[in-house]
């Protein structure tokens, strides 16, 4: 995942380069600062243990545990490791001792065992974690539960990361029940004004949080190089997963910028516009082979803050399917023109009967989205659906190789006037869609409700016809990108 990373990041470098003259703030890529020494095991180091049976006036030996978490941690130096034996803890857990390059401090639990953390009657004051990190470095979070924090008023969190936290890998924990229906709270918030960077998430499940007007993972502020990967996020309201640029402590706007969302599933999580993966104001984004099904909305890419553009991010070999509005959004339907977003890419994506709660389309770009380029995906809408909604001001570079299909009648919208052929469409949006198809069914496994498969029957006339182009290397399975030509949508036949 870490190579899968870097190389993303390369990917991107080559591509800036290309498009190095159409952008103007912020293009620089590579960071000079160190980009390793991130999450490693220490090969030398203590190993304390806690447990439900042990006291904190013992020596933290496997034989001697302490009682509580946050006594372990108070002992800990640079590359020691604390296990956590299976049971429940009632505390809240800070990182008092920061970690150094190579050996971070390890919070994880024994081998086998289950350790819960639980905020079971424990108060909430303003925006408090039941693990926080505040200006922490080299700590890794590894195999918890995490429940049980909930309040009528103040801003629950499972895992709080504030203040420039920086290398902070969050992995194969389970968050649950962080409550504040009311109100808001969060599973995981990184909520920072100073840098944080090199930052990874993965692996984690995340599920029945009713967030109110949180989220469930959340990042908001100036927060540069990270990963967000391979998450399962379901049942509950709000947001899936979402990162936002805001200002940092200079004063200057800082886009959120060089992050990963590669390999998260989503499903189920409704409220106010529940997205399964919403980014604003970002900048090189790689929103890679996620599944994101029965979301309020699919995909958003957008900048609502008017001091920077969304731009240079890749939208690519998703399943998007059963989402109420729209599948994936590029833009914002009331964005000011300092908000223009540009450059940004739509490639094979596989949408599938999105838009059903009124008039949204499987993909609909906004009127600050411009030079957006559309290619390989295969769009398959409701009988009723609108497959494309392009609006006014919204522009598109390049668009071609996408499957248009509908059982029902063919709908493409432009301005808020309807096509209803490809030729018609061309001709009022000024797109190009060249070798695009309609009224070819694309074989997918499943368009059965409750068991749609977005995957192609061997014989798909999807089968090699899209074209190679800024897809990545590997389709929605993890399969080679490539055998023979590019198939369009997420899924390659191998
Ligand atoms: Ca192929
Ligand atoms: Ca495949």
Redesign the pocket.
């Known amino acids: 995942m870490k190579i899968h990373f870097v190389l993303a990041l390369l990917c991107s470098v080559t591509l800036m380069s290309c498009y190095k003259t159409q952008l103007s703030p912020a293009t620089a890529v590579n960071d000079p600062r160190e980009k390793n020494g991130t999450g490693q095991l220490a090969l030398a180091g203590v190993t304390y243990y806690v447990a439900t049976t042990g006291s904190d006036a013992n020596d933290g030996s496997l034989g001697a545990p302490f009682l509580t978490i946050n006594k372990a941690l108070t002992v800990v130096a640079p590359g020691d490791v604390v296990q956590v034996r299976g049971g429940t803890y009632n505390e809240k857990v800070h990182f008092p001792v920061n970690g150094a390059k190579a050996n971070p401090i390890t919070l994880t639990a024994y081998p086998g065992e289950t350790p819960v953390i639980s905020g079971q009657g424990l108060s909430v004051s303003g925006t408090e974690g039941l693990i926080t990190l505040d200006s922490a470095a080299y700590i890794n979070i590894n195999g918890l539960e995490i429940t049980g924090l909930s309040a009528s008023s103040g801003t629950p969190v499972g895992i709080l990361i504030m203040h420039g936290s920086d290398y902070i890998h969050l992995t194969n924990n389970h968050l649950h029940d962080i409550d504040n229906a009311g109100g808001s709270s969060y599973a995981i918030l990184v909520d920072t004004e100073e840098e944080a960077i090199w930052m990874e998430i993965d692996g984690n499940t995340i599920h029945d949080c009713a967030t109110g007007t949180g989220g469930n993972l959340v990042l908001n502020g100036f927060i540069t190089s990270f990963s967000i990967t391979n998450n399962t996020i379901y049942n509950g309201v709000g947001t899936g997963i979402s990162a936002t640029g805001d200002f940092a402590t200079n004063g200057s706007f800082s886009p959120v910028n060089h992050g990963d969302f590669t390999g998260n599933t989503i499903y189920n999580l409704h409220g106010t516009d529940a997205t399964g993966i919403f980014i604003s104001n970002g900048l090189d984004m790689i929103i890679d082979r996620n599944r994101i099904s029965d979301t309020d909305q699919g995909i958003v890419l957008t900048s609502v803050n008017p001091n920077w553009f969304t731009q240079q991010s890749y939208i690519r070999n998703n399943f998007v399917h059963n989402c109420s509005r729209s599948g994936i959004s590029l833009g914002h339907p009331s964005a000011g023109v300092n908000s223009i977003m540009s450059n940004n890419f739509v490639v094979n994506n596989t949408l599938l009967f999105n838009g059903a709660a009124g008039s949204d389309a499987e993909l609909t770009v906004w009127s600050n989205a411009r030079q957006n380029y559309i290619r390989n995906n295969i769009i398959y809408a409701r009988p009723a659906g609108i497959f494309f909604d392009l609006n006014p001001g919204g522009t598109i570079s390049n668009t071609g190789n996408n499957a248009y299909y509908t059982i029902g009648v063919q709908q493409w919208r432009r301005n808020g006037a309807i096509s209803n052929t490809l030729a018609n469409w061309k001709l009022a949006s000024g797109v190009q869609e060249i070798s695009s198809t309609e009224g070819i069914d694309p074989l997918l496994v499943s368009t059965v409700a409750g068991a749609e498969d977005l ?1 192609l029957q061997p014989n798909s006339p999807a089968k090699n016809t899209g074209s190679f182009s800024y897809s990545g290397t590997l ?3 993890g ?1 080679p990108r490539v055998v023979n030509f590019t198939d369009k949508g997420a ?4």
């Not at 899924?491 to 191998?494: F, I, R, S, T």
């Open positions: 995957h389709d929605i399975d399969q899924d390659e036949l191998q």
